[in-house]
């Protein structure tokens, strides 16, 4: 993310906390809903959006979030020394997921209240299933379908399965356009 495009936006109703001379940083065009907490060592890409009540706590590691990446509301990341948690662009993560130290390429999708443990690799064009807990170190291959808990392969995904997961995240950069425009609109009238 170039600098320039990092201010000082007001996030209305977002705690942002720095910790160990680390504040979080966040793209102009991004979008945090309220009700997030944004903690330390966070970068978040353009177009990002960080949905409603969602916790980001980057105090033992580095947190990244590329661009067009949406992470759904209620969810929880974390990391652990050694294990940063890397987000890439395109990145579709539900609502209620526990993301923890892992690394998730571009265009991964991360079903809905999904653990994903340290050291975990979800490719792009992959798919973990709603619900499911991928257990430290384990690699989802592009093209792939895992769920369970532990969770396994179950299949591999077909290119409608692919095309409808980019829809999803096209989906969320529009979203996030309209609740901003929502909330601005809403601190405006107070």
């Not at 499911?132 to 399965?161: C, F, H, I, Y």
Request: negative net charge; charged residues 20%.
């Amino acid at each position: 993310m170039d600098q320039a495009s990092v201010s000082a936006v007001t996030r209305p109703g977002v705690t942002i906390i720095a910790i160990d001379g680390k504040v979080p940083r966040i793209a102009d065009s991004a979008f945090i809903a309220p009700g997030c907490v944004l903690i330390g060592d966070v970068m978040i890409g353009e177009e990002a959006s960080i949905w409603y009540n969602c916790v980001v706590r980057a105090d033992v590691d580095r947190i990244s979030i590329g661009a067009r990446s949406n992470i759904q509301d209620g969810s929880v990341l974390h990391c652990d020394a050694g294990f940063p948690l890397l987000i890439g662009d395109d990145v579709l993560v539900g609502h209620m997921v526990m993301l923890h130290g892992c690394t998730l390429l571009d265009r991964a999708f991360v079903g809905l209240s999904s653990i994903v443990m340290n050291g975990c690799v979800i490719e792009g064009d992959a798919m973990l299933a709603a619900g499911a807990m991928l257990t430290q170190g384990k690699r989802v291959a592009s093209g792939e379908l895992w769920g369970g808990r532990p969770a396994t392969k179950m299949r591999d995904l077909n290119e409608r399965a692919i095309a409808e997961m980019r829809m999803g995240t096209a989906h969320y950069v529009h979203n996030g356009k309209r609740h901003s425009e929502a909330v601005a609109a809403m601190e405006g009238e107070a």
